[in-house]
């Protein structure tokens, strides 16, 4: 009940005074409650060694204290186990994100939306955080809409473009600030899934590479990786991995 909530919220800013902190650091006052909070920060060693008193009760009522809880700093190591529970996060992707506190916003604000906040945080970290540095920009320099990094993983996972267009739509995004979507349709990158087109493209690698195609035909599965790269590389890097791969095996054990 409201009790349970107030004492919450009591032991919450006890601990935060325990840590040393500044009481201006860990809550953020405004005109009307600047007086309460005086009042009950004017002592700290009296609020860490006294539970509170009726006086203090009353200080404590339920819209204060509401507005006390929201206004708590998150702790570093909560918002790194928060990341890896709520957004299935590797310990260390999750650790970058709490280290860069804005990037770690930046990504929140996608990941409640996001089918697939794994690969958002790999965007961030791996390719955001390059570009930022080697252009000596920030996040609020972004030419894009944050939702676009969702946008383009939306269309890696769905098939409609590879991971490889997906490297070149993410620095023309950074460069314009256009739309993934729109970049794709207006450059034709999206991925080749005809499987009529994929299986001409087979047929001629297999003809141009005779020794692989012999090689994955006597047991060496590796060479089939040669041979989908070919494939992919005569597509400008459009054609369907996946398919391509299942279109050489097919062929070559035909």
């Known amino acids: 009940g409201k009790w349970k909530k107030g004492a919450e919220a009591w032991d919450q800013l006890q601990f935060a005074l325990r840590l040393g902190r500044n009481p201006q650091q860990v809550v953020t006052t405004t005109p009307r409650n600047v007086g309460v909070l005086k009042a009950i920060l004017k002592n700290p060693s ?3 060694t006294h539970a509170p008193t009726e006086a203090n009760r009353a200080y404590l009522a339920e819209s204060f204290l509401a507005e006390v809880q929201a206004r708590l700093v998150e702790l570093p190591l909560a918002r790194k186990q928060r990341f890896m529970r709520d957004y299935h996060l590797p310990a260390g992707d999750a ?3 709490v280290w860069d506190r804005l990037l770690g916003d930046y990504f929140e604000r996608l990941a409640r939306q996001s089918k697939n906040p794994k690969a958002v945080a790999n965007w961030l970290i791996n390719n955001l955080r390059a570009k930022l540095a ?29 991971s490889r267009i997906a490297q070149e739509v993410f620095a023309e995004m950074f460069a314009s600030g256009e739309g993934p979507a729109a970049i794709v349709e207006k450059k034709g990158l999206a991925q080749v899934s005809d499987t009529a087109a994929i299986e001409t493209l087979s047929d001629q690698v297999i003809a141009a590479h005779p020794g692989p195609a012999a090689d994955f035909r006597n047991g060496k599965a590796a ?12 597509s400008q890097g459009k054609a369907n991995p996946a398919l391509v791969g299942a279109i050489l095996e097919r062929k070559l054990k035909g």
Do not use: C
């Open 46 to 48: 009296t609020v860490i």
């Open 134 to 162: 080697e252009t000596h920009t920030s996040l609020a320099d972004l030419k894009f809409r944050p939702e676009a990094i969702s946008e383009l993983v939306a269309l890696v996972d769905s098939g409609r473009i590879s």
């Open 95 to 97: 650790q970058t994100l």
């Open 223 to 234: 060479a089939l990786n040669f041979l989908k790269g070919q494939v992919i590389k005569l």
